[in-house]
């Protein structure tokens, strides 16, 4: 059974989560993060059964014939973490499976690593997401000429873009310089306390940031291959 903070544990269980739910809702702070139940529920039930579980081993086909039962403890316990800024040490361990891109194969730089973490914990990330999109659009925060990891957006419309900017410029008979940049290992590589500083520099509410700021500390990870795995090891950089 996934390990959990005490802190998430130490509450009283509802008789009814619906009826728990209008009575705190009456009563606290419109700035609170919360965790509708509904939501849970909504997203356990669009669990793919066919992807990897993580290492806690909790099967995707489980949560999602279970939604019904397990929505309102669920939704308890992700506001509660939220709230606290604990993360249950399961969804921080990754079991992580190399994947041949091409190339030979005796070359390790030709595998793509591909991080299982916990069902329940990624259950929890899309409603923290939607979250800090909302905050980042309000306050303006990320730029228009932004395209990847963003609502509305993507690698087509950034060519979309780029072309009619440039097609635009040359239409204007003025000269054209085009320069790629490409950051090799990026997201391996970066330090964890720097997308902190940065989601603080936006204003971001301490709640959300003191989660992610546990979320990303002492996180464990192994490798797997063919269902024999490594010994576990401390990853100090880099975002699952």
Not at 146 to 165: E, M, P, R, V
Request: charged share 30%; with cysteine; hydrophobic share 35%.
């Amino acid at each position: 059974m996934p390990s959990l903070p005490q802190s998430l544990l130490l509450r009283p269980a509802p008789r009814s989560h619906g009826l728990w739910r209008n009575q705190r809702k009456s009563g606290q702070r419109e700035d609170l993060p919360l965790v509708e139940e509904d939501q849970v529920r909504e997203q356990l039930r669009r669990l793919d059964i066919h992807k990897s579980v993580g290492p806690d081993g909790i099967h995707l086909r489980v949560l999602r014939e279970l939604a019904e039962v397990i929505a309102g403890p669920l939704s308890i316990i992700f506001e509660r973490s939220w709230r606290t800024g604990e993360v249950p040490e399961d969804w921080r361990k990754a079991s992580v499976i190399p994947v041949f891109k091409k190339g030979k194969k005796e070359d390790l730089g030709n595998y793509r690593s591909v991080s299982l973490t916990s069902i329940p914990g990624k259950v929890m990330t899309p409603r923290m997401s939607c979250s800090i999109s909302k905050h980042m659009e309000k306050k303006k925060a990320i730029r228009s000429s932004q395209h990847g990891f963003t609502t509305g957006k993507s690698h087509q419309t950034n060519l979309i873009a780029f072309y009619d900017g440039m097609t635009g410029r040359i239409d204007e008979r003025r000269a054209v310089d085009v320069v790629y940049l490409d950051f090799s290992k990026a997201f391996g590589t970066v330090s964890h306390s720097v997308p902190i500083a940065k989601l603080r520099k936006c204003g971001l509410d301490e709640w959300t940031v003191k989660w992610i700021e546990n979320w990303l500390k002492d996180r464990p990870q192994r490798v797997v291959i063919r269902g024999t795995e490594s010994s576990w090891k401390s990853v100090t950089s880099g975002v699952p």
